[in-house]
């Protein structure tokens, strides 16, 4: 009834909404301008799109290469087509306007931006991929790492659990490091965003919500995103570049535009998928009876994890203005997203608003940029949410499968039914969900100041850069005091709080000088700046047992049990990072292009002495398209690129010099063991490229090859002297990344009424450590359940990829139920020591692939994202947890997994072996869209509406036979690693969404 009761409400509001917004935009002045597009040849071009700049309003050109446009009075027309140079030509009151276009085989005049700064494509030397805003997917995209899912090679994007506020895990060309931050830099509009903000995201239980650095933007509000991994390219950012660079920019205001406002209104519907299916009530009695097990028959037929879902809802709203006069624009944007959890009493509430000002003067020398952006959320989230738990209570999707299915949701008289056992950690999953509160209150500020001046017009100028980032996070968790989760940390009286707060302040100066000069067939660009960035943090938590009550929630703590109350308030150091940096490019003739970087940073994360890092870079391309000797080839641009460079990661966990810890009785502990020897993690990498387009731009890619290797990894080494279990953070080690990347895209079919583009791209990609120094070996990914005590999924160790599953190779199970392994010399044992140990496969994918095909019919757009990986693996911890037939001796349920093969055991006790890994190979289909471009010519006051449908995660081909082979569920994690990937255990299910969206310009 709720969800019946959302879909007639919501549709109400946005006809209000939309209503008011378009009653409003009556009176605006508009003319209708017509004319022939033609190539330098005089041949008519039909298919071209006529766009008025900073607008969605645009039309086709016909089969005779005529068009009609109807513009607001000031406006400015783009042209753009396949293979030809894009023009702009201001309306200045015309009615004709007939252009002919100039043959540019790949777009090599478009600007791209990179790292302080911007070049037109066919001056770049290093492998960018720039992605703009007509590329991004369509769809309600919730944060903007959705926006290029397969868009890129290289750029493995794993969007996590279903969850809502659920945060990525982005790799740019494979890992490389261990123990520090393994996640991109992302710098939106100049700023370094997620260098330690503040995280909330790790409390009680060892619940992980991983949440988003990027939250704060609208998606609908970035123009480009541009993703930097070749070494020339990110060595501008030196110490925080070696996982890759993301630069977001966001939309601004045009000059001399007169105000434009823009809605949209998208609406979607999810379902869950990949649920994990434990045993029926007739089945779960047969096995109990089989097993020779006594289990209580509660006479009812419960699937538990279908009492857990609902179809969501979820609904953004957005709206933006803009325009501008000669010498200033502007640009202001609020969304409000209201989005739905497919598990029960799990969702998020976000609003984001954002102005933007610019404007020139002392004879447009100088340029002022104002930025402000605000943005807070509200996230529920589900008990069912922890990834891993704590100590033996599962999370609610893990009691979905171990209760009872016989057992009721709630008693006769509207209570919870519960079952009363010794362990006390068996609890009614639904009840979880609705008695305990899991909120998380995210604020964010974002403000900037950009100004640049030209002291000699087009040659020499000067800027400066300021921003203030504030970050206040809140997590509130109660377990009131009748609930199972309360009694049990706390029985007399039961109940439990924690609050924790957490905020970070991020402060950023840079200046910055460009010098540009022409002699002849030479061209010289020199950007050269300083940058000082501190960020400095605060948290505080407190915890108590013992409530006295809960009807205020977590501002109880204070008034339960006063020998429980916990405070733990923490002031971080500042953490602060200098720099200086310089890049010179020359070019020759625009066919022979040299780039040289370098960068020196001073960071406070490492000890006196070794505070500076210097990281240089050199490239080189070649047109060679450019040459003589390629006239009349099939090729329209051919370009090598060759560059090699350094750069850093100064993420180490924790600070490198010694941090000590005051403890309740007053005595004084270490918290952090500096090491005065600590230095950087350096990254060097060499990349081969060639760019081509051919047969008249209807065939266009690029293939890079890359190296890179990166020495002095972080990790933890013991500590002698002190006491045995004290360690602290080493340079130990390398580790190498290999690959290539390929690009292809085709312009398959163009015609008057219909086009068919398709593009492709594939990476690969092999990881190796190098290098250990004294190190043998290293387990890690602690894994849970009976007879896992200690198991690690994964060893570290020379010759074999980061995240190597390890372990014994299965070989059934012997007549008395017990696991077998196969020894060194081929036999089989039943004892573990005697087994071999070995590579059992890897989390990584070797290969990533995409298909993203393009069809256009008249007003009909349709759109694919069509995705792939092979090469890897899933440690299914799952059914090696909740799959022992053993477990049904304790009256728990269990999974169907190999209960019918032979010699099965209730005695069965597992261990880690090739028997819970497996092959992971996938293909998805992502996304499908529909869309249709409504004719509005005849509207005076309406410029362009669109409606589209979208659906998501839609199909996944696999022979996993889990969850979903992308996983995102974390294992137990140790210093010495900063994420584990790949394995698989009960997280949030996925979503398959369906979604209507609809968007106008007045």
């Given at each position: 009834m709720k969800l019946r009761k959302n879909c007639f409400r919501k549709p109400t509001s946005i006809a209000l909404f939309f209503g008011f917004l378009i009653c409003s935009a009556f009176g605006f002045s508009q003319s209708t301008v017509t004319g022939t597009v033609t190539d330098s040849n005089g041949s008519v071009i039909p298919g071209v799109n006529v766009v008025e700049k900073g607008t969605t309003n645009g039309v086709s050109t016909d089969f005779d290469g005529n068009y009609s446009i109807t513009v607001n009075s000031g406006a400015t027309l783009e042209f753009s087509y396949i293979g030809f140079v894009k023009q702009e030509?201001?309306?200045?009151?015309?009615?004709?306007?007939?252009?002919?276009?100039?043959?540019?085989?790949?777009?090599?005049?478009?600007?791209?931006?990179?790292?302080?700064?911007?070049?037109?494509?066919?001056?770049?030397?290093?492998?960018?991929?720039?992605?703009?805003?007509?590329?991004?997917?369509?769809?309600?995209?919730?944060?903007?790492?959705q926006l290029i899912l397969g868009k890129t090679p290289g750029v493995n994007i794993n969007n996590g659990t279903g969850a809502p506020g659920q945060g990525s895990r982005v790799q740019i060309r494979g890992l490389t490091s261990i123990a520090a931050n393994t996640q991109p830099l992302y710098i939106v509009d100049g700023i370094p965003i997620g260098l330690g903000g503040a995280n909330v995201d790790r409390t009680e239980n060892n619940s992980v919500v991983n949440t988003n650095p990027l939250d704060f933007i609208n998606p609908n509000d970035i123009e480009s995103i541009s993703i930097l991994k070749g070494p020339s390219a990110i060595a501008i950012y030196g110490s925080r570049a070696s996982n890759g660079v993301i630069l977001i920019t966001t939309k601004t205001g045009n000059y001399n535009q007169e105000t434009t406002v823009s809605l949209g209104v998208i609406t979607s519907i999810g379902n869950a998928f990949g649920l994990r299916k434990p045993l029926g009530r007739e089945e779960f009695l047969a096995q109990a009876e089989r097993f020779n097990v006594a289990v209580t028959d509660f006479g009812a037929d419960t699937d538990w994890g279908e009492e857990l879902i609902r179809s969501s809802l979820s609904s953004q709203y957005n709206m933006s203005v803009n325009g501008g006069s000669e010498n200033s624009n502007y640009f202001a944007s609020v969304s409000w997203l209201d989005e739905e959890g497919v598990v029960l009493q799990s969702g998020q509430k976000r609003l984001t608003g954002r102005v933007n000002f610019s404007t020139k003067a002392i004879d447009d020398r100088l340029k002022l940029d104002f930025n402000v952006n605000y943005y807070t959320s509200s996230l529920d989230i589900s008990t069912g949410e922890a990834n891993g738990g704590g100590g033996n209570t599962p999370p609610a999707f893990g009691q979905a499968i171990i209760f009872n299915p016989t057992a009721p949701v709630r008693n006769d008289d509207g209570s919870f039914f519960e079952i009363s056992l010794p362990n006390g950690f068996f609890f009614n999953p639904v009840a979880m969900l609705f008695q305990n509160q899991d909120k998380l209150r995210r604020n964010n500020f974002l403000a900037s100041v950009k100004a640049d001046f030209d002291i000699i017009p087009n040659e020499l100028s000067i800027g400066t850069n300021l921003s203030y980032v504030h970050d206040n996070n809140v997590r509130d968790i109660l377990y009131p005091i009748n609930s199972q989760l309360g009694l049990q940390r706390s029985p007399n009286p039961g109940g439990f709080a924690s609050r924790r707060t957490a905020k970070n302040d991020n402060y950023l100066i840079e200046a910055l000088l460009n010098y540009n000069k022409s002699f002849g067939q030479s061209n010289f660009k020199f950007t050269g700046g300083y940058s000082f960035q501190d960020i400095q943090g605060q948290s505080l938590r407190a915890t108590q047992t013992g409530l006295l009550t809960e009807s205020i929630g977590t501002n109880i703590i204070g008034l339960g049990d006063p020998l429980t109350l916990a405070i733990d308030a923490r002031e971080a150091a500042s953490n602060i990072l200098r720099?200086?940096?310089?890049?010179?490019?020359?070019?020759?003739?625009?066919?022979?292009?040299?780039?040289?970087?370098?960068?020196?940073?001073?960071?406070?994360?490492?000890?006196?002495?070794?505070?500076w890092g210097f990281f240089p870079s050199f490239a080189f391309s070649w047109r060679v398209s450019q040459e003589d000797f390629m006239d009349n080839s099939v090729f329209n641009d051919l370009k090598f690129r060759a560059e090699w460079g350094q750069v850093g990661n100064n993420a180490v966990p924790g600070q490198g010099q010694d941090i000590l810890s005051i403890n309740s009785d007053g005595s004084v502990t270490f918290s952090n063991i500096g090491n005065p020897d600590l230095t950087w993690e350096t990254t060097e990498t060499l990349n081969l490229g060639l760019d081509f387009s051919l047969f008249d731009s209807r065939l266009s890619g690029s293939i890079d090859w890359y190296n890179k290797e990166t020495t002095d990894l972080f990790l933890t080494q013991l500590v002698p002297g002190i006491t045995v279990d004290d360690t602290q953070f080493a340079n130990v080690g390398s580790m190498e990344n290999r690959g290539i990347e390929l690009v292809l895209n085709g312009g398959i079919v163009r015609t008057e009424n219909f086009s068919f583009d398709l593009g492709f791209n594939m990476a690969f990609n092999k990881n190796e450590i190098t290098s250990l120094d004294d190190v043998d070996s290293i387990e890690y990914g602690s894994l849970f359940g009976p007879g896992f005590v200690g198991d690690n999924a994964f060893r570290m160790e020379v010759g074999i990829p980061l995240h190597s599953f390890y372990g014994p190779e299965y070989a059934g199970l012997a007549e008395d139920g017990s696991e077998q392994y196969f020894t060194e010399d081929g036999e089989i044992t039943t004892n573990l020591a005697e087994a071999e140990q070995k590579v059992l496969g890897s989390a990584i994918p070797e290969i990533t692939y995409a298909f993203t095909p393009t069809i256009k019919y008249k007003n009909i757009d349709f759109s694919a994202i069509i995705r792939g990986a092979r090469n890897f693996q899933v440690a299914d911890n799952s059914v090696a947890t909740y799959a022992v037939p053993q477990r049904l001796t304790a009256g728990n349920n269990i999974l169907d997994f190999n209960l019918n093969e032979p010699n099965v055991s209730g005695a069965t006790v597992p261990e880690f072996s090739s028997r819970y890994v497996f092959d992971a190979d996938f293909l998805k289909i992502d996304n499908l869209t529909l869309g249709y471009t409504f004719n509005t010519d005849n509207i005076d006051w309406i410029k362009n509406a669109r409606i589209f449908f979208t659906g998501i995660n839609l199909a996944v081909f696999t022979d996993y036979e889990g969850s979903d082979p992308e996983v995102l569920t974390d294992a137990r994690n140790d210093d010495n690693v900063a994420d584990v990937y790949g394995v698989d255990f009960i997280g949030y299910p996925r979503a398959r969404t369906y979604t209507i969206g609809f968007n106008i310009t007045l």
């Amino acid at each position: 009834m709720k969800l019946r009761k959302n879909c007639f409400r919501k549709p109400t509001s946005i006809a209000l909404f939309f209503g008011f917004l378009i009653c409003s935009a009556f009176g605006f002045s508009q003319s209708t301008v017509t004319g022939t597009v033609t190539d330098s040849n005089g041949s008519v071009i039909p298919g071209v799109n006529v766009v008025e700049k900073g607008t969605t309003n645009g039309v086709s050109t016909d089969f005779d290469g005529n068009y009609s446009i109807t513009v607001n009075s000031g406006a400015t027309l783009e042209f753009s087509y396949i293979g030809f140079v894009k023009q702009e030509i201001a309306v200045s009151g015309q009615s004709t306007i007939n252009v002919s276009l100039v043959e540019d085989v790949t777009g090599l005049d478009e600007v791209v931006v990179i790292g302080y700064g911007s070049v037109q494509r066919k001056e770049l030397t290093s492998a960018i991929t720039s992605i703009g805003d007509e590329d991004f997917n369509p769809g309600l995209n919730v944060n903007p790492e959705q926006l290029i899912l397969g868009k890129t090679p290289g750029v493995n994007i794993n969007n996590g659990t279903g969850a809502p506020g659920q945060g990525s895990r982005v790799q740019i060309r494979g890992l490389t490091s261990i123990a520090a931050n393994t996640q991109p830099l992302y710098i939106v509009d100049g700023i370094p965003i997620g260098l330690g903000g503040a995280n909330v995201d790790r409390t009680e239980n060892n619940s992980v919500v991983n949440t988003n650095p990027l939250d704060f933007i609208n998606p609908n509000d970035i123009e480009s995103i541009s993703i930097l991994k070749g070494p020339s390219a990110i060595a501008i950012y030196g110490s925080r570049a070696s996982n890759g660079v993301i630069l977001i920019t966001t939309k601004t205001g045009n000059y001399n535009q007169e105000t434009t406002v823009s809605l949209g209104v998208i609406t979607s519907i999810g379902n869950a998928f990949g649920l994990r299916k434990p045993l029926g009530r007739e089945e779960f009695l047969a096995q109990a009876e089989r097993f020779n097990v006594a289990v209580t028959d509660f006479g009812a037929d419960t699937d538990w994890g279908e009492e857990l879902i609902r179809s969501s809802l979820s609904s953004q709203y957005n709206m933006s203005v803009n325009g501008g006069s000669e010498n200033s624009n502007y640009f202001a944007s609020v969304s409000w997203l209201d989005e739905e959890g497919v598990v029960l009493q799990s969702g998020q509430k976000r609003l984001t608003g954002r102005v933007n000002f610019s404007t020139k003067a002392i004879d447009d020398r100088l340029k002022l940029d104002f930025n402000v952006n605000y943005y807070t959320s509200s996230l529920d989230i589900s008990t069912g949410e922890a990834n891993g738990g704590g100590g033996n209570t599962p999370p609610a999707f893990g009691q979905a499968i171990i209760f009872n299915p016989t057992a009721p949701v709630r008693n006769d008289d509207g209570s919870f039914f519960e079952i009363s056992l010794p362990n006390g950690f068996f609890f009614n999953p639904v009840a979880m969900l609705f008695q305990n509160q899991d909120k998380l209150r995210r604020n964010n500020f974002l403000a900037s100041v950009k100004a640049d001046f030209d002291i000699i017009p087009n040659e020499l100028s000067i800027g400066t850069n300021l921003s203030y980032v504030h970050d206040n996070n809140v997590r509130d968790i109660l377990y009131p005091i009748n609930s199972q989760l309360g009694l049990q940390r706390s029985p007399n009286p039961g109940g439990f709080a924690s609050r924790r707060t957490a905020k970070n302040d991020n402060y950023l100066i840079e200046a910055l000088l460009n010098y540009n000069k022409s002699f002849g067939q030479s061209n010289f660009k020199f950007t050269g700046g300083y940058s000082f960035q501190d960020i400095q943090g605060q948290s505080l938590r407190a915890t108590q047992t013992g409530l006295l009550t809960e009807s205020i929630g977590t501002n109880i703590i204070g008034l339960g049990d006063p020998l429980t109350l916990a405070i733990d308030a923490r002031e971080a150091a500042s953490n602060i990072l200098r720099s200086y940096f310089g890049r010179f490019s020359y070019n020759y003739d625009e066919k022979y292009f040299l780039t040289a970087v370098a960068r020196a940073d001073g960071s406070s994360r490492f000890p006196d002495g070794n505070e500076w890092g210097f990281f240089p870079s050199f490239a080189f391309s070649w047109r060679v398209s450019q040459e003589d000797f390629m006239d009349n080839s099939v090729f329209n641009d051919l370009k090598f690129r060759a560059e090699w460079g350094q750069v850093g990661n100064n993420a180490v966990p924790g600070q490198g010099q010694d941090i000590l810890s005051i403890n309740s009785d007053g005595s004084v502990t270490f918290s952090n063991i500096g090491n005065p020897d600590l230095t950087w993690e350096t990254t060097e990498t060499l990349n081969l490229g060639l760019d081509f387009s051919l047969f008249d731009s209807r065939l266009s890619g690029s293939i890079d090859w890359y190296n890179k290797e990166t020495t002095d990894l972080f990790l933890t080494q013991l500590v002698p002297g002190i006491t045995v279990d004290d360690t602290q953070f080493a340079n130990v080690g390398s580790m190498e990344n290999r690959g290539i990347e390929l690009v292809l895209n085709g312009g398959i079919v163009r015609t008057e009424n219909f086009s068919f583009d398709l593009g492709f791209n594939m990476a690969f990609n092999k990881n190796e450590i190098t290098s250990l120094d004294d190190v043998d070996s290293i387990e890690y990914g602690s894994l849970f359940g009976p007879g896992f005590v200690g198991d690690n999924a994964f060893r570290m160790e020379v010759g074999i990829p980061l995240h190597s599953f390890y372990g014994p190779e299965y070989a059934g199970l012997a007549e008395d139920g017990s696991e077998q392994y196969f020894t060194e010399d081929g036999e089989i044992t039943t004892n573990l020591a005697e087994a071999e140990q070995k590579v059992l496969g890897s989390a990584i994918p070797e290969i990533t692939y995409a298909f993203t095909p393009t069809i256009k019919y008249k007003n009909i757009d349709f759109s694919a994202i069509i995705r792939g990986a092979r090469n890897f693996q899933v440690a299914d911890n799952s059914v090696a947890t909740y799959a022992v037939p053993q477990r049904l001796t304790a009256g728990n349920n269990i999974l169907d997994f190999n209960l019918n093969e032979p010699n099965v055991s209730g005695a069965t006790v597992p261990e880690f072996s090739s028997r819970y890994v497996f092959d992971a190979d996938f293909l998805k289909i992502d996304n499908l869209t529909l869309g249709y471009t409504f004719n509005t010519d005849n509207i005076d006051w309406i410029k362009n509406a669109r409606i589209f449908f979208t659906g998501i995660n839609l199909a996944v081909f696999t022979d996993y036979e889990g969850s979903d082979p992308e996983v995102l569920t974390d294992a137990r994690n140790d210093d010495n690693v900063a994420d584990v990937y790949g394995v698989d255990f009960i997280g949030y299910p996925r979503a398959r969404t369906y979604t209507i969206g609809f968007n106008i310009t007045l």
